[in-house]
């Protein structure tokens, strides 16, 4: 009788210790799994580009997303004679944290087109993607608009490899990590824009860029292991223009902290290292070498940020992105080697 008792108990311990809360999170799991499917969100992995695509025709800023939910005006996949096309692929940085206005796109087209007629640039960036989704948007909608040349930019800190964990422990993160912190939205609808107002928590900033800094830390070897893919996504896209004699650019867009010395020597506080244990070039170093060897042409922005003479901000306060002087200092340094590099070049073939 005793013994009955106490295996009942051990049942019953094991039942409510192990089995219950098994099952509440393999139902957790498969809730969110199933809400995300009819109902995709940011805050779940996704292997699909549309992940943090905007609403069509959503306000941003003021500006009115296309039916696309591309941050650009509406474009149509005819092209008329004599003009130059160039479908522009990236991220936030790409789809922008400024107002269209002052996107560095948006202020590329308008130089364009002051002095090289009949240039029509489509920005269609969506955050939170990297080399994979541009590869995808590019096959599945950016040929559809028959471009003359492609870009895409590419952020240095969206070339590692994703780690795939559980839906539950992203909404996990989300909950305890960005919602309480995260003081802006991707689609910015009809909000004032403040070029000087901090967008993150100091903490939560600091702490990403703490995360982003364990890239300049590893070995050569580790850097090629882990950005091979995407490295190899951004080949197959050259490759695709190319057969379709279309030019194509890559925009190695920097992390912040690989140009901004203050950021990091607080990195570098926290961090419990030395500043000798980091090679901020690293990573550009080895995309630029393995891109060019493949025959695609790089246009890295570090040198233009590094020599800045410093007297004007180029990134929001702490929110990662630039401001709207850094947006247009990128502007410029995209027209003058677009100009150089490509229209002087390739009059005849482009009618500019």
């Given amino acids: 009788m005793l013994r009955s008792r106490r295996r009942r108990r051990a049942v019953a311990?094991?039942?409510?210790?192990?089995?219950?809360?098994?099952?509440?999170?393999?139902?957790?799991?498969?809730?969110?799994?199933?809400?995300?499917?009819?109902?995709?969100?940011?805050?779940?992995?996704?292997?699909?580009?549309?992940r943090l695509r905007g609403k069509p025709f959503s306000n941003d800023y003021g500006f009115q997303l296309n039916s696309k939910g591309f941050k650009d005006i509406e474009y149509t996949p005819h092209k008329s004679s004599g003009v130059y096309r160039i479908a522009a692929f990236g991220d936030s940085f790409a789809f922008g944290v400024v107002p269209y206005q002052y996107n560095y796109l948006t202020l590329l087209d308008d130089k364009l087109d002051s002095t090289h007629r009949h240039v029509e640039l489509i920005n269609m960036a969506i955050p939170a993607t990297g080399p994979q989704d541009y590869h995808s948007v590019l096959i599945k909608e950016g040929f559809a608009y028959v471009p003359d040349m492609v870009i895409?930019?590419?952020?240095?800190?969206?070339?590692?490899?994703?780690?795939?964990?559980?839906?539950?422990?992203?909404f996990a993160k989300y909950l305890l990590n960005i919602l309480p912190q995260y003081q802006g939205v991707v689609v910015h609808k009809r909000a004032t824009y403040e070029d000087e107002s901090p967008t993150l928590s100091a903490r939560h900033f600091l702490k990403i860029q703490l995360q982003r800094s364990q890239i300049f830390l590893v070995s050569e070897d580790e850097l090629a292991d882990s950005m091979s893919d995407a490295i190899d996504y951004i080949r197959q896209?050259?490759?695709?223009?190319?057969?379709?004699?279309?030019?194509?650019?890559?925009?190695?867009?920097?992390?912040?902290?690989?140009?901004?010395?203050?950021?990091?020597?607080?990195?570098?506080?926290?961090?419990?290292?030395?500043?000798?244990?980091?090679?901020?070039?690293?990573?550009?170093?080895?995309?630029?070498?393995?891109?060019?060897?493949?025959?695609?042409?790089?246009?890295?922005?570090?040198?233009?940020?590094?020599?800045?003479?410093?007297?004007?901000?180029?990134?929001?306060?702490?929110?990662?992105?630039?401001?709207?002087?850094?947006?247009?200092?990128?502007?410029?340094v995209l027209y003058e080697y677009l100009t150089r590099q490509y229209f002087k070049q390739n009059h005849e073939r482009s009618t500019i």
């Avoid at 210790?17 to 099952?23: A, D, E, I, M």
């Avoid at 020597?265 to 926290?270: K, M, Q, T, Y």
């Avoid at 980091?278 to 590094?306: C, E, H, M, S, W």
């Fill in 13 to 50: 311990f094991i039942f409510w210790g192990f089995v219950v809360p098994l099952s509440t999170v393999l139902l957790l799991e498969a809730s969110l799994r199933v809400y995300d499917y009819f109902s995709p969100s940011f805050v779940f992995p996704d292997n699909s580009h549309n």
């Fill in 152 to 170: 895409f930019s590419v952020f240095i800190g969206s070339l590692g490899s994703e780690r795939r964990e559980s839906f539950t422990l992203h």
């Fill in 237 to 332: 896209a050259a490759d695709v223009c190319r057969a379709r004699e279309i030019q194509f650019l890559v925009v190695l867009i920097p992390d912040q902290m690989q140009v901004d010395e203050t950021l990091q020597a607080e990195v570098i506080a926290v961090s419990n290292k030395q500043a000798e244990d980091y090679n901020f070039f690293a990573p550009n170093k080895l995309v630029i070498a393995q891109l060019r060897a493949a025959g695609v042409d790089v246009i890295d922005l570090y040198p233009a940020f590094t020599q800045h003479d410093g007297e004007q901000e180029l990134y929001k306060p702490r929110d990662t992105h630039w401001n709207i002087a850094g947006n247009k200092l990128v502007a410029e």
